[in-house]
């Protein structure tokens, strides 16, 4: 219980700090001139290795053909990004993963402990991996070094879990004993599943969840499976089995959850229509991507993506350079006509939207 309300306690203020980061942002901005003086984004993701140890049938590696040496960020640019974000003071999140596994990089645990020791203004550091490689050092780092990680799972026993993500049927018995073996190194690292719901395993999961209730894991969200661009074949797709998840989640929340494990149900239907009626995305400056071919993209979603998703490159300039520098790059992307798909940060981007088409008056008194 103490536990819990000291999170809780922490997580509180994060949310603050968040909202004042995030207001001294939206203050920066100035659209109608293509203006923005944001120093540095909020919240960053970054790639040290461009390489996956699963093909798993939601993620977009699978469809991403790696030839050739992996892409591995150098041990002193990467010194130089975490330096530079420490310089400007306004970042809040930094996380470890785009597209990849994480734990790949020999040097991951090392890079954690680099970043908390260079962010000294209370930087959220955070790792998503499949949890095959969380064992040894690596865990005990994250465990003591890390604010948050994601696991990332779908199957719920052996042959579903290989299925899903192109490994071996004992790999899902090495993650669960991962996750429980990594909260009994204790530490302040708060440890969560992300549970990918489509109609395989639409049946079984509360099943999943009470395996991961047994691990001693934090949480577990719950989402559907994105399987189109089109909003509306979303929908078509989870109709048949919205009512059997709904009801998987509600005997999980009524079996398991508790004062030390949140289920948290992210599970709804989508908009009919991913079009977007802006021409402008605020959040591309609020959460951008370092990958490691050492390209800076909008978002996860159009990493790699270098005709509608490139904002620049850092190979030959330092980041606070590339970022300060020009600011059209921040304009480039239409959001109404490049983004016509499933974003998770669109009710974001309205809000920050609506904002700017508040008559500027009125906005103190609101």
């Known amino acids: 219980m103490l536990e819990k309300a000291s999170f809780l306690k922490h997580e509180l203020k994060e949310k603050l700090r968040k909202l004042i980061l995030v207001n001294m942002g939206i203050r920066a901005y100035d659209p109608k001139f293509r203006k923005t003086n944001l120093a540095s984004p909020l919240t960053v993701q970054v790639?040290?290795?461009?390489?996956?140890?699963?093909?798993?049938?939601?993620?977009?590696?699978?469809?991403?053909?790696?030839?050739?040496p992996p892409n591995i960020m150098e041990e002193d640019l990467y010194a130089r990004i975490l330096n530079e974000l420490e310089g400007v003071r306004t970042l809040r999140s930094f996380t470890l993963m785009l597209q990849n596994e994480p734990l790949l990089d020999t040097r991951i645990?090392?890079?954690?402990?680099d970043a908390q020791k260079t962010f000294t203004h209370n930087v959220l550091v955070n790792i998503v991996t499949n949890g095959a490689?969380?064992?040894?050092?690596?865990?005990?780092?994250?465990a003591h070094h890390a604010t948050w990680l994601r696991i990332s799972i779908d199957g719920w026993d052996g042959p579903s879990y290989a299925e899903y993500r192109g490994v071996k049927n004992d790999e899902f018995t090495k993650v669960i004993n991962n996750i429980r073996d990594f909260k009994r190194l204790g530490g302040k690292c708060h440890a969560g599943a992300s549970i990918i719901v489509d109609r395989t395993?639409?049946?079984?999961?509360?099943?999943?969840?009470?395996?991961?209730?047994?691990t001693g894991i934090?949480?577990?969200k719950v989402s559907p499976c994105i399987v189109s661009n089109s909003g509306k074949?979303?929908?078509?797709?989870?109709?048949?089995?919205?009512?059997?998840?709904?009801?998987?989640?509600?005997?999980a929340k009524a079996n398991f959850e508790a004062?030390?494990?949140?289920?948290?149900?992210?599970?709804?239907?989508?908009?009919?229509?991913f079009e977007?009626?802006?021409?402008?995305?605020?959040?591309?400056?609020?959460?951008?991507v370092i990958a490691a071919d050492l390209n800076v993209y909008a978002c996860h979603d159009k990493a790699y993506n270098l005709e509608e998703g490139l904002l620049g490159s850092i190979k030959d300039a330092r980041f606070r350079d590339f970022w300060l520098g020009g600011k059209d790059k921040f304009f480039r992307i239409n959001p109404s006509v490049h983004c016509r798909h499933h974003c998770v940060v669109e009710p974001k981007n309205k809000l920050i939207l609506d904002y700017f088409t508040a008559d500027k008056a009125h906005l103190d008194f609101v």
Request: net charge negative.
């Open 47 to 68: 790639q040290t290795i461009d390489r996956c140890n699963a093909s798993c049938i939601m993620c977009p590696y699978s469809s991403l053909e790696k030839t050739g």
């Open 201 to 214: 395993n639409a049946e079984h999961v509360s099943e999943l969840i009470a395996i991961l209730r047994e």
């Open 276 to 288: 977007k009626d802006y021409t402008w995305c605020p959040y591309l400056q609020i959460l951008p």
């Open 109 to 113: 645990a090392e890079r954690v402990r």
């Open 133 to 142: 490689l969380l064992t040894g050092e690596v865990a005990e780092v994250f």
């Open 259 to 273: 004062e030390d494990f949140e289920i948290f149900d992210s599970f709804h239907t989508q908009l009919e229509t």
């Open 218 to 220: 934090n949480s577990a």
């Open 233 to 251: 074949e979303n929908n078509e797709y989870h109709e048949p089995i919205f009512a059997i998840v709904k009801a998987q989640i509600a005997k």
